[in-house]
């Protein structure tokens, strides 16, 4: 999700969509990254309300998320896509 720029003061954390979105899903890369969303879920100010900090595999979690998202998925179901992710096997 980006901020619309053509809207000036337009939140970041909007799609521009009536009705879309029903959380963020937060997949990192690093332990430095994951130390940081946690600060900023404990400050509850910081990121949209529903935003999860995502235990998966970076690239092919967020490929899982974004196609379960795009398909319809709630929140529940694009974390635990992306989390299943551990468990593919490319042989």
């Known amino acids: 999700i980006s901020p619309d720029i053509r809207r000036p003061g337009a939140s ?13 899903a937060i997949l990192v890369d690093l ?6 969303v ?3 879920l404990a400050e509850g ?6 935003a999860r900090l995502v235990d998966a595999p970076f690239v092919e979690g967020a490929v ?3 196609v379960t998202a795009s398909s319809g ?5 694009v974390e635990a ?7 593919y096997r490319k042989t």
């Open 12 to 24: 970041p954390w909007s799609s521009g969509v009536s009705g879309a979105g029903g959380g963020v």
């Open 31 to 36: 332990g430095s990254a994951v130390l940081t």
């Open 38 to 40: 946690k600060a900023m």
């Open 45 to 50: 100010d910081e990121l949209p309300e529903n």
């Open 64 to 66: 899982a998320a974004v």
């Open 73 to 77: 998925g709630d929140i529940g179901a």
């Open 81 to 87: 896509a992306a989390s299943e992710a551990y468990g």
